[in-house]
């Protein structure tokens, strides 16, 4: 049974910095279709950063440069670090891999 559990979501200011964690019972992480959405209130589920079929990265319209995944092969994880965190970028962010989703992880930025 494939699970995906997120993690490292939290409270912080306007500017600051969070790192997610992905971590994946029942699979192995190829870094290929898989990556990070994000649901903002309000708003449908979005794309953030992704590995595409082919391992290129593709990135939602409104990271502009400030988010990246990296995956960690060694442990089976995929991270998603964000910097230069605004307050639009207030949501639930999920992992996704090969057609399974976690729960979620609640970022909130105050202004």
């Known amino acids: 049974q494939v699970q995906l559990v997120e993690s490292g979501g939290g409270l912080v200011q306007a500017g600051g910095r969070l790192r997610l964690t992905c971590a994946a019972s029942?699979?192995?992480?190829?870094?290929?279709?898989m990556g990070w959405y994000r649901q903002s209130p309000g708003k449908q589920r979005e794309l953030v950063a992704l590995?595409?079929?082919?391992?290129?990265?593709k990135y939602g319209d409104f990271v502009k440069g400030r988010f990246i995944p990296v995956g960690d092969r060694e442990r089976n994880l995929m991270y998603l670090r964000m910097d230069r965190l605004e307050p639009e970028d207030t949501g639930v962010y999920y992992c996704?891999?090969?057609?399974?989703w976690g729960e979620g992880t609640l970022v909130t930025v105050s202004s």
């Open positions: 029942g699979m192995i992480f190829s870094f290929t279709d």
């Open positions: 590995f595409d079929r082919d391992g290129y990265v």
């Open positions: 996704h891999a090969r057609g399974y």
